[in-house]
């Protein structure tokens, strides 16, 4: 009987360190980069389009427990250039503040992910540009590749007002990014 019950326990038992070990993957400083495919889309009759994204992004993990966890993003970004009947509409600077929290398994992590996004714009046919503006929230999906390096998959969507433009526009904007990230 203990022949069964030893290799049981230690079994067990390793099972338990490597899932107290789940949030702490993820725990710490990180940084990397992203590519999305962003679509936006207004409230008027012209519609933005699509088109490629790239942003850098920081951020930090802190670990509640085996599984929780919460942590603190910043980004700044950019997309291709939309076409629309007045040119094309450029993002040019784009920056984002969100918190997020997540459940660490196997050295994976889904998470969700809440915050606020400020982007400034230009159309080429009609200067000045303008600020979009709003919040913005989505879930993704991270994976350790190694003890430091992860990649991920994310979807975000943001809801816009315009400053120095058109009173009554709106704007959305939803992406689907993949990125890489070093852990620190």
């Given amino acids: 009987m203990f022949k069964f019950i030893a290799p049981a326990a230690l079994l067990a038992a390793s099972t338990l360190a490597a899932s107290a070990q789940d949030a702490a993957t993820f725990a710490g400083v990180y940084g990397g980069l992203s590519f999305g495919y962003a679509d936006l889309q207004s409230n008027t009759p012209v519609d933005p389009g699509a088109s490629t994204s790239v942003e850098a992004f920081l951020g930090y993990n802190h670990a509640l427990g085996q599984n929780l966890i919460v942590g603190a993003e910043l980004a700044y970004g950019g997309a291709a250039q939309h076409s629309i009947p007045a040119g094309t509409l450029a993002i040019d600077n784009s920056f984002s503040a969100r918190l997020r929290t997540g459940y660490a398994f ?3 992590m889904v998470y969700a992910t809440v915050g606020y ?5 230009s159309i080429s046919a009609a200067p000045p540009g303008f600020e979009l503006s709003g919040p913005t929230f989505g879930l993704g999906f991270e994976q350790m590749l190694s003890d430091n390096l992860s990649a ?33």
């Fill in 117 to 121: 996004v400020a982007a400034d714009t």
């Fill in 152 to 184: 991920r998959i994310e979807y975000t969507h943001g809801d816009f007002d315009l400053s120095n433009g058109v009173a009554g526009v709106g704007v959305s904007s939803d992406r689907v990014s993949v990125g890489l990230a070093m852990h620190f």
């Fill in 106 to 108: 196997d050295r994976s």
